[in-house]
């Protein structure tokens, strides 16, 4: 049972590269989330995915694309990274039921030059 | 709009030194407030989540507590590997049961 995983770890790319970042989940959540994690800032939501098949913005969705391609993958793509996308990407899944807890993979550090 | 808010950002213990951390929200109908622990470089670990006001609920020398407006994460007799950054986070009644975090406090703990 490896929880969430998240693939790559690390990654940089030049401005205007494209990439996507891929995240899984073996807990059988129907619930899956995409933040951001920058100094000084907290973590951010990106887009979420409720279920199968839904994905729905979050706080800072300019830049981003997703899709949830099964019950377990959840991706996220830069079409055109730009500087400003240097972050710390966690994808998360969560329990659905009176506990609701949202589990986080180990992240992938982002560097846009 | 919600709003989390952590203090203080750093905190320095000595081993055994009890202290508390605060987290005050502003939230539009609250379904939930969840604390994690987040190590350099790993992804938040998941501590407690408390849903209503007077909830209580420990874990080792954890404990987290809720009113109407804050939160607290009390340590008792805290332990160096008790050092990391604690993070709050709100999940409003609106949210599609995302999280809305504050920026944290980074806890550390010396011998």
């Known amino acids: 049972n490896a929880g969430v995983t998240q693939t790559p770890k690390f990654q940089v790319l030049k401005t205007g590269q494209s990439m996507t970042l891929q995240c899984a989940q073996d807990?059988?959540?129907?619930?899956m989330y995409w933040y951001r994690q920058d100094p000084g800032m907290g973590l951010r939501l990106i887009y979420y995915?409720?279920?199968?098949?839904?994905?729905d913005k979050g706080e800072v969705p300019n830049g981003y694309n997703v899709s949830r391609l099964n019950k377990r993958e959840f991706s996220l793509r830069l079409e055109s990274a730009a500087p400003s996308q240097t972050s710390v990407y966690f994808c998360?899944?969560?329990?659905?039921?009176?506990?609701?807890?949202?589990?986080f993979g180990p992240g992938t550090r982002l560097t846009v030059l | 709009e919600d709003q989390v808010t952590q203090s203080p950002e750093a905190l320095r213990l000595q081993e055994g030194e009890s202290s508390s951390l605060n987290c005050s929200y502003t939230?539009?109908?609250?379904?939930?407030l969840f604390w994690y622990r987040q190590d350099p470089g790993k992804g938040p670990e998941f501590l407690f989540t408390?849903?209503?006001a007077g909830e209580e609920k420990e874990k080792e020398r954890l404990k987290a507590t809720l009113t109407k407006k804050e939160s607290f994460l009390h340590i008792t007799a805290p332990k160096p590997e008790d050092s990391a950054t604690y993070l709050c986070?709100?999940?409003?009644?609106?949210?599609?049961?995302?999280?809305?975090f504050g920026k944290g406090t980074s806890l550390l703990v010396t011998p």
């Open positions: 807990m059988n959540h129907n619930s």
């Open positions: 408390l849903y209503s």
């Open positions: 939230v539009s109908g609250l379904r939930g």
């Open positions: 998360a899944s969560r329990t659905s039921g009176a506990y609701n807890e949202q589990f």
């Open positions: 995915s409720a279920s199968e098949g839904t994905t």
């Open positions: 986070a709100v999940q409003a009644q609106d949210s599609g049961y995302a999280l809305n």
